[in-house]
């Protein structure tokens, strides 16, 4: 592929703060943006992410109250993701969940198990200092993030808008989320960010960032 | 840009464990794949990362202590590239930093500063609970995550292969790099992953994924 191409998406892409109502993302092409999430890297390979795109109007209004910086969004996105974490119950070395995860999905041998087990105690343990339910479930956060990226730059290569959003009330929303009315586990998952698709209705403001020269240095 | 070709990216993209020592990344390559993480996004915009690519051997070898994960990719990788998080002094609402960057970086008008920085204390203080030097440095850390993505996968698209680590004892690693050789200012910053950059020496592994029916649901 071509630097020049890739760069451009990188230009292309802006924090879209309003999307235009009346183009929506084929689903052709909204499935190749997930996709790019669903093939995304984690730490060991965990994957700890469940996305939920809601297209309900109803809820998205609903989602208005505590996710002060999603209004606009909520209203003219043509699709608008929740990234769904897992909990630190699931993500500790020795859960139930990774052991079945590493067994039953990564289908890894019995002694590649007990390796990786062990590698991640002593990194959630000792390594990376993850002692409290706090620092795991950062810790698995932070993996989120590396779908949020390629989704937006894979959006961005086919010619696709988008938002990330922090603005949200975590705990209330996580609340509205544990709610009959969307049915979500959140004992089992916390809110990462929420993430909306769709087509600009306004041009990009200019893209300041800081030089190379300021970014990187050389050893 | 095709669908397809992006893809093909992904499933290209490993972790690979080795690399040809005999292939060495053209400088207008690197060069590309760096400007693909200086151009990411960031929450806020606060860019909060400084990326260091150690070359020197010497240096490679050092960081194998602490480094367990990462030996053989220190010493068969093109390029190696620690990242850098900012520490909560510079990331807090009310930081000099932040009022230095967006000021004279991010060049915009008093008052819009001012109602960024009402934003960004309302979100660490309440929407987030970021109310511990940890909890500041882990969101900071998560940004970082974003850049990482896309060097990983735009190198994946000019067919060179990456591996992303976090198999690292932080504190120690950390320490050494504050160390007169490495001269890197650790009561600024702290080390969020490192990455390396090279040419796959043996063929990667089958790729495993859940289906998408486990990675997304619609509401």
């Given at each position: 592929?071509?630097k020049?191409?890739?760069?451009?998406?990188?230009n292309?892409?802006?924090?879209?703060?309003?999307?235009?109502?009346?183009?929506?993302?084929?689903?052709?092409?909204?499935?190749?943006?997930?996709?790019?999430?669903?093939?995304?890297?984690?730490?060991?390979?965990?994957?700890?992410?469940?996305?939920?795109?809601?297209?309900?109007k109803?809820?998205?209004?609903?989602?208005?109250?505590?996710?002060?910086?999603?209004?606009?969004?909520?209203d003219?996105?043509?699709?608008?993701?929740?990234?769904?974490?897992?909990?630190?119950?699931?993500?500790?070395?020795?859960?139930?969940?990774?052991?079945?995860?590493?067994?039953?999905v990564?289908?890894?041998?019995?002694?590649?198990?007990?390796?990786?087990?062990?590698?991640?105690e002593?990194?959630?343990?000792?390594?990376?200092?993850?002692?409290?339910?706090?620092?795991?479930?950062?810790?698995?956060?932070?993996?989120?993030?590396?779908?949020?990226?390629?989704?937006i730059?894979?959006a961005?290569?086919?010619?696709?808008?988008?938002c990330?959003?922090?603005?949200?009330?975590?705990?209330?929303?996580e609340e509205?989320?544990?709610?009959?009315?969307f049915?979500?586990?959140?004992?089992?998952?916390?809110?990462?960010?929420?993430?909306?698709?769709?087509?600009?209705?306004?041009?990009?403001?200019?893209?300041?960032?800081?030089?190379?020269?300021?970014?990187?240095?050389?050893?």
């Amino acid at each position: 592929m071509e630097k020049e191409k890739i760069l451009d998406a990188y230009n292309f892409r802006h924090a879209c703060k309003e999307f235009d109502v009346e183009k929506k993302i084929s689903e052709e092409d909204f499935k190749f943006i997930l996709e790019t999430g669903r093939l995304s890297p984690s730490s060991f390979g965990f994957e700890p992410w469940h996305f939920v795109v809601v297209q309900n109007k109803d809820k998205r209004e609903m989602l208005k109250e505590s996710a002060w910086g999603a209004g606009p969004k909520l209203d003219t996105a043509s699709h608008f993701v929740l990234c769904l974490t897992l909990r630190p119950k699931y993500m500790r070395y020795d859960s139930e969940y990774l052991d079945d995860f590493l067994r039953n999905v990564k289908k890894l041998p019995e002694n590649v198990i007990g390796m990786m087990k062990g590698f991640c105690e002593n990194f959630q343990k000792n390594d990376f200092d993850l002692n409290t339910d706090r620092a795991i479930l950062d810790w698995t956060t932070k993996q989120s993030y590396i779908p949020l990226a390629n989704m937006i730059t894979s959006a961005a290569m086919i010619g696709i808008d988008s938002c990330p959003m922090e603005g949200f009330k975590q705990k209330e929303t996580e609340e509205l989320l544990g709610t009959r009315t969307f049915g979500i586990d959140i004992e089992k998952y916390s809110l990462s960010y929420m993430v909306a698709f769709g087509y600009r209705k306004n041009e990009a403001p200019q893209k300041i960032r800081r030089p190379i020269e300021e970014v990187v240095s050389w050893q």
